[in-house]
């Protein structure tokens, strides 16, 4: 079995993260492989936003921020965990996808386009040595998170990519028979 098989079998996200993360020579083609994304119609829907650094501290206190505006009676510490929550790896990328109306490439399909693009920039991130994991959760839906990170009103957020290195022993990954979801027909 080629490298390259068995590296995309043992793909294993991690939920906690440290530094280092990525060079920006290593993130910038890290960046290239999520561009490699299958993309009907070319429309590249797709984009991403890098937040690293003392950036994750301003988009901490927006996602506070935002968390108390949805739901006022948040007790302190829910509010610690929302405005932490960029901190929990040296880089965060909110991958975004621009949903636009087109004849022949449903607005699903740009979806799909820009989780492929999330899948390119985990594989590519595990590929250098680094780990990661894709995230969501109310702030990936909260309009006023997206208005805070700069997107447009047909812009929306496919996840937000924790990267860093691994902390810690790698998960299990599960064993799972190709039988129970491979039919022919
Ligand atoms: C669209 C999407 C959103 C996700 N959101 C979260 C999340 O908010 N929190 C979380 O712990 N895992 C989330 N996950 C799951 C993890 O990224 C990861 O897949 C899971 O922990 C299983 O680990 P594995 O990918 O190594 O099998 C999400 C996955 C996807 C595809």
């Known amino acids: 079995?080629?490298?390259?098989?068995?590296?995309?079998?043992?793909?294993?996200?991690?939920?906690?993260?440290?530094?280092?993360?990525?060079?920006?020579?290593?993130?910038e083609e890290i960046f290239r492989a999520g561009l490699r994304a299958p993309d009907h119609g070319r429309l590249r829907p797709w984009r991403f936003i890098s937040i690293a650094g003392d950036r994750r501290i301003a988009f901490g206190?927006?996602?506070?921020?935002?968390?108390?505006?949805?739901?006022?009676?948040?007790?302190?510490?829910?509010?610690?965990?929302?405005?932490n929550a960029p901190l929990r790896a040296p880089l965060v990328v909110v991958v975004v996808v621009n949903v636009t109306e087109h004849p022949k490439v449903p607005a699903m399909e740009q979806r799909l386009s820009g989780a492929c693009a999330a899948q390119g920039i985990l594989l590519a991130t595990e590929a250098s040595g680094f780990a990661a994991i894709w995230r969501t959760g109310a702030n990936a839906f909260d309009r006023a998170v997206m208005d805070g990170l700069g997107l447009k009103a047909s812009e929306e957020i496919i996840g937000f990519l924790y990267i860093g290195s691994r902390q810690g022993p790698g998960k299990p990954i599960p064993e799972l028979n190709t039988s129970d979801f491979v039919s022919s027909w």
């Open 61 to 83: 206190e927006l996602l506070e921020h935002c968390l108390v505006a949805r739901s006022p009676n948040a007790d302190i510490t829910t509010r610690d965990k929302a405005r």
């Open 1 to 27: 079995m080629s490298d390259i098989i068995q590296f995309l079998q043992q793909r294993n996200s991690a939920p906690k993260l440290t530094e280092p993360g990525p060079s920006a020579g290593q993130l």
